[in-house]
């Protein structure tokens, strides 16, 4: 059985960073088709794709938010983390994370998200 | 900024189909990249609802269809039921923004 659960803090400042970390079990970032991907949805508003980290450490990015975001994993702790610098309260959402394999590729089983929100 | 585009709100009696459009692009579901669907009950985390344009993961009911034609797609409801009450969001990917993409959202409503 597959589970994911997102962690990290619940309150930020504007200009801050961002780190959540996403710990999951049932299934290996290292097998070969097997990848991670960071989804948010700000309040009324829809999901919003953000990151996705690949079992071959290859990864990918939101056009709009490239220059903000860092995705990384630790296979042997089965967590991956996303980092979102010059946090601004426009940021402020629910975010998720998702498991995903490459054929076909939806995001099939996610996490029950964490809520984020950006105030000083 | 969806590049997705889907009716903000449909409803039904109990009983009745309902469909939800995904309109899109020669860049997303026009150049033949799969369509999903999922089921956001606020609160919850997303469920799987279709996948690749028209399959059912196990455990979801017949009553839930995907169609893909063109640059759209499509979700059916039949049989409406109180618990379908939820949003709906399809997703694809787009090879000119290099990015998957999820449409704008859908809320059914019961009646």
């Known amino acids: 059985q597959i589970t994911l659960k997102e962690s990290g803090p619940t309150l930020v400042k504007p200009t801050q960073t961002l780190t959540l970390t996403c710990t999951f079990s049932?299934?290996?970032?290292?097998?070969?088709?097997?990848?991670v991907g960071w989804i948010r949805q700000p309040p009324g508003k829809a999901l919003e794709w953000l990151a996705l980290?690949?079992?071959?450490?290859?990864?990918r990015y939101s056009p709009s938010l490239k220059t903000r975001l860092t995705i990384t994993k630790d296979t042997s702790k089965n967590q991956v983390v996303l980092t979102m610098t010059n946090m601004d309260p426009v940021d402020t959402a629910t975010y998720y994370c998702?498991?995903?394999?490459?054929?076909?590729?939806?995001?099939?089983?996610w996490g029950q998200g964490t809520m984020v929100t950006v105030s000083s | 900024q969806s590049v997705l585009t889907q009716p903000p709100s449909v409803s039904g009696a109990p009983g009745q189909r309902v469909t939800i459009s995904c309109t899109g692009s020669?860049?997303?579901?026009?150049?033949?990249?799969?369509v999903h669907w999922y089921q956001h009950l606020p609160g919850t985390a997303p469920k799987l609802l279709i996948y690749a344009n028209t399959n059912r993961p196990s455990g979801v009911p017949d009553r839930f269809s995907g169609s893909k034609s063109g640059t759209s797609a499509s979700l059916a409801i039949t049989g409406l039921q109180a618990e379908d009450e939820a949003d709906y969001y399809c997703q694809s990917y787009d090879s000119s923004l290099f990015a998957y993409v999820f449409g704008t959202g859908t809320k059914v409503t019961v009646l």
């Open positions: 049932g299934f290996s970032l290292s097998t070969t088709g097997v990848s």
């Open positions: 020669s860049s997303n579901i026009g150049a033949r990249h799969d």
């Open positions: 980290i690949y079992w071959d450490d290859d990864k």
């Open positions: 998702a498991h995903r394999v490459e054929t076909p590729d939806p995001f099939d089983i």
